[in-house]
């Protein structure tokens, strides 16, 4: 049983590609970050079947997909680094913590939610959806920051290349109020593995409560679905009862709980 690194994402396909298929869900995360990870790893058993895997960013920011425990009690970076963060399953993450020996504080604990069968909210949320353009980039960028702050995701100094990307590729979507004014968006990843995840669910402060964030999830799981998603995902943060009652609703149905710890460096 050991653990194996590379920095080339085909080599870290080819190695783990049975895992990869097997488990997309749970191993979300890793599918959206090997090509631009700094370092990618993989877990064989006493067989050599692969059965966990990693991908790692600077500064480094760890991310655990399908992780058995005594995987994440063995790890050990390549270069002796320690991770600044670690997210993933909850069981490995707190493994890896407790084998490691650092102090380390949550920054966030989420669920994962996979689509069975999309169920829209009925009535409707007045207005309507439509894809993001780049004329609404200003107050999107303002949102974006605001949700990176409410959900304690490491800030970006301008969120301009992040969301255009998303909108090249009509993978952001924005909710009208009646009068046309957007009042909330959600976007979904690339199909990757059969999978899409929507992320960036926001809805203005003065104007939730109103089904708007039902309306925009809905438009993007179809979207995802259209796109030949077999599976659409999404993490909720377990403290917001809100989104936790609202996806349910929606259809989604929970997969597992997750980790984010940030560690406190020895002195």
């Known amino acids: 049983m050991t653990w194996h690194f590379t920095t080339d994402p085909d080599t870290f396909r080819t190695a783990a590609r049975a895992l990869l298929a097997a488990e997309p869900a749970r191993n979300t995360a890793v599918l959206t970050m090997v090509d631009g990870a700094e370092l990618l790893g993989w877990w064989t058993g006493p067989d050599g079947t ?3 895997v990693l991908a790692a960013s600077p500064p480094p920011v760890l991310t655990f997909g399908a992780m058995p425990v005594e995987a ?11 991770p600044a963060t670690l997210r993933g399953e909850t069981a490995a993450v707190e493994a890896y913590a407790a084998a490691t020996g650092l102090d380390w504080e949550p920054v966030m604990d989420i669920r994962l939610f996979r ?22 980039l200003p107050l999107l960028g303002e949102w974006a920051a605001d949700f990176a702050a409410v959900h304690r995701y490491e800030p970006r ?20 109020a009646p009068d046309g004014r957007p009042v909330a968006m959600a976007a979904v ?9 929507v992320h960036l669910v926001y809805t203005a402060p003065a104007e939730r409560g109103r089904g708007y964030a039902a309306g925009v999830t809905t438009a993007v799981t179809r979207a995802a679905l259209g796109a030949g998603a077999a599976q659409v995902l999404l993490f909720t943060d377990l403290s917001n009862p809100t989104s936790n009652a609202l996806y349910p609703r929606l259809g989604y149905r929970p997969e597992g709980d997750h980790l984010g710890v940030r560690f406190i460096p020895r002195p």
Do not use: C, K, M, N
Not at 72 to 82: N, Q, R, S, V
Not at 117 to 131: D, E, N, S, V
């Open 115 to 136: 689509l069975d069968a999309l169920t829209p909210q009925h009535p409707a949320p007045a207005g309507r959806a439509r894809t993001a353009t780049t004329a609404d």
């Open 50 to 52: 692969v059965t966990g």
């Open 157 to 176: 100094d301008d969120y301009t290349d992040f969301l255009t990307e998303r909108i090249a590729e009509d993978r952001l979507h924005v909710w009208e």
């Open 72 to 82: 994440a009690e063995a790890l050990a970076l390549p270069d002796g680094t320690e």
């Open 189 to 197: 990843s690339r199909v990757i593995e059969g999978q899409a995840r």
